[in-house]
C-alpha cells in the first residue's frame, strides 16, 4: 500500500495539467500513487493522462470525478489536487515527516500551508491557520491531506462542485478527527478568475442553490449529532463558529449578484432554523437575512454603487457626459434583433474574419441587417456597398445600444455595455504563438504594455462565443481568457479564400500587384517585436534581395521601421521588391505569393493552409521567446526550414531547399496540427450558427485535410504534401 494518494481532478484544459503532474512525479518522496480523474477519457486532457500513464507506473487513470479517484485509492493518506495546482518540490517528505511526529497517535487530518497566487497581478498569498482551529470551513481541500481510514470510517464523500468543498470541510470538522499542522508551503494554486456578467440567470441561480445544499447539508448533520446538556464550551464553540462560517459565504453570495427572492428566503430559513441558541447577529446583513428583510438587503449595495457612480459621473467632461447621456437613451430602447455589427483591427478597415463573416451573412443572412465599425478616416476606403458607421459617432452608439449581434477581432471599448440577449462573437485575428491574455502576466514588459487585466477581463466578459481555427487555439483561449464562453471551432472565416480562390484571380492578383511573369514570388512578413531592435543592423533586406538573383522577387510586408531605406528604394526600382505594406487584404498578398518567409508572426498559421513552402527566419528566438513568452517551441515544431542567420536564409532560398522533401514533410505535420478547421467553409458555419440559429448537426461537416483543395501558386511546380 502507498503512502499517499495523490488525486487529481482532470478538466476539459490539458494545457494546466503537466504543472499539476510533472512537480509531484518529481518528488524525492517516491511512496505513492498519482490517480488522474477523467470526466472524459477521449479528451485531449484524458489523452494526455494516458501519455502520462504509459511513461510511468505511479499513474493511473479512472473514468469519472474526484469520488472515483478516492474509491480507487490505495494510499493511507490522500491529497485532492485540481489541474492547475502545484506540488512544491519537497512538500511528500515534509508531509510524511510531520505525519510521523506525531508518535503513536495517528494524523486524521493535516493542514498544509499554502499559497493563492492572483491570476492578474500582484504577489502570492500564503495562508496558514492557527493550531486547535478544526472546524474552519475555509480551509481549501487541496491544501489538506486526510487519513483514508478516517473519511472511511465517517463515510465523507468529496464531490465536485464549486460549493463541494465548503460541504466537505465542514464535515470534516463535525468529524473532530486528530488535526495537525505544517507550516511549510506545500501548496500553490494559480486563482482561477470566475467570470462576471455572463454567469447571470438559470446557472447563477442553479449555483447559488447548491451553495445552500451544502449549508444545509452541514448544519443538518450537526443537529443530528445530540450535545449533552455538560457538553463542553469548546463543543458548542465549534457549532457556533461553522454556523458563522457557513452564513459568512451565503450573506458574501447573495450581495456579489442578484441571486433572487427564491435564494434569499430559502437562505433565511436556513438561518432561523439552524441559529445556535443565544447567536446574536455581528452585521446589518446578517439581521437582514434573519428578518426575511430582501429589499433593503438588495437595497445595500446597490446605495453603495449609486453612490461611486454620482462621484464619477460629477468628474466627467461635458463631452462624456453628452456621450454617456445618448448611449444611456439608446440602451432604453429595444434590441433590433436583425442588426449585427462588425469591427475589426479597432476600426481600421474592412478586413479579416468579420469581413469574411459580414459577405456571407449578406448572402446567407439577408434578414440581417449588417454595418461596419471604422475611424473617420478609412471611410473613403470602405466598399461602396457595405454600410459604415463612424466610431464614436452618435449613429454608433445607437447601433452598439441596439445590435443583436456583434462582431470583432479585438475588443470593443470599455464603455460598451453587454446587454441580456446579446450574442457577442470574439473571431480573434491569428493562431497564438507568443502568450496572450493573463498568460502574459508573467512577462514584465508584455503586461506593463497590456495595462489592466482586470479591465481586460471585464472585456472578455461580454463574449459569448469565441472562433478557433484549430485544438490548439480552443487550448490557449481557454486559460488566456478565463470566462464563460462558448468555443466555436469552425476555422477562420477569413481563410476561406485560400481554398475558393480560382487560379485566374491568383493570376490576376499578381499583375495588379506587378509581379513579374515567371519570377517566384516570396512573401516576406515579419512580427512586431515588444522589445527595441535594430532590424537593419541584424538584416540588411536590400542586400538580400540583390544577393537572390533574378528568380526571385520579394513582397515586403513589414512595419514603419524600414520606410526610407535607400537601398530598399533601390531594390525597389530594380524590380527585386514590392512593398504591399500598405495593402488592406492580406489574403490577396498571401494568394500572390509563392513561398512566405516569416519569423514569429502568426501569419504561418493561415499560409500553412495554402500548402505553400514556408520559411522561418528565427535571429532572436532566444530573445522573443524569454521577453514575449510562447506555446510551443517553434524551432523543434516548425512549417518548414528555419534559418537563424542571413547567410543561412539565402543559403535556403538559392539551394532550392525552401521546396525540397523535408520542407514538405515539416510542413505536412504542421498543417496537420494548425489547419485542423479551415476548409473554406468557415464563414458559412458561423453565419448558419449565429445568426441563423441552426444545430451544429445542421452546418456544413469539415472537409478532411487530405481532401482539401487549395488556391494553386502561379510558378511553383511541386506536389501537394500528403497529409500524415
Known sequence: MPRFSIIVSVHDVAGRLPTTLDPVLAQSFTDFELIAACADPGSPAGELVAEYAGRDARVVRVTGTREAGLRAAGGAYVLFLDAGDVLTPGALAGIDARVRESG????????????RVPWWEGEPVAELFEDGDPADVRLPVWATVHRRAFLRDHRLAFPE???????????????????????????????????????????????????????ELVLDRAAAQDLPDDADDRARALRTQLFDQLFAEVLDTAAAAPRGRAFFRRAGRLYRRYRPAGHR??????????????????ALPALNRLTARARAYAGRSALRRRRALTYAWYLRRPLDENLAVFAAY?????ACNPAAIHRKARELAPHIRSVFLVKEKELPHMPDDVESVVIGSRRYWEVMARAKYTFNNVNFEHAVVKRPGTVHVQTHHGTPLKRMGVDQIEYRAVAAATGSFGKLMRRVDRWDCSLSSNAHSTEVWSGAYPSAFEHLEYGYPRNDRFYTAAPGEVAAIRERLGVPEGRVALLYAPTYRDYPRDVSAQFDLARFCAELGEEFVVLLRAHYFLDGDAGLRQAVADGRLIDVTSLRDTEDVCLASDALITDYSSIMFDYANLDRPIVTYADDWDVYRDTRGVYFDLLAEPPGHVARTQRELIEVLTSGRWADGRSAALRSAFRERFCEFDDGQAAERVVRRVLLGQPEEELPAPIPLRERLPAPAATVSRPRTPAR
Open 346 to 350: 479597432w476600426g481600421r478597415g474592412y
Open 281 to 298: 447577529a455581528g452585521t446589518v446583513r446578517a439581521r437582514l437575512l434573519r428578518r426575511g428583510a430582501y429589499t433593503a438587503f438588495r
Open 161 to 215: 462542485g464549486r460549493y463541494a468543498d465548503l460541504g466537505c470541510s465542514g464535515l470534516v470538522a463535525l468529524a473532530v478527527g486528530r488535526t495537525a499542522l505544517l507550516r511549510t508551503v506545500c501548496v500553490r494554486r494559480t486563482e482561477r478568475r470566475q467570470a462576471g456578467g455572463t454567469t447571470a440567470g438559470p446557472r447563477a441561480g442553479a449555483t447559488a442553490a447548491g451553495l445552500l445544499d451544502q449549508v
Open 104 to 115: 503513536g497517535a495517528e494524523v486524521d487530518v493535516l493542514r498544509l500551508g499554502h499559497e
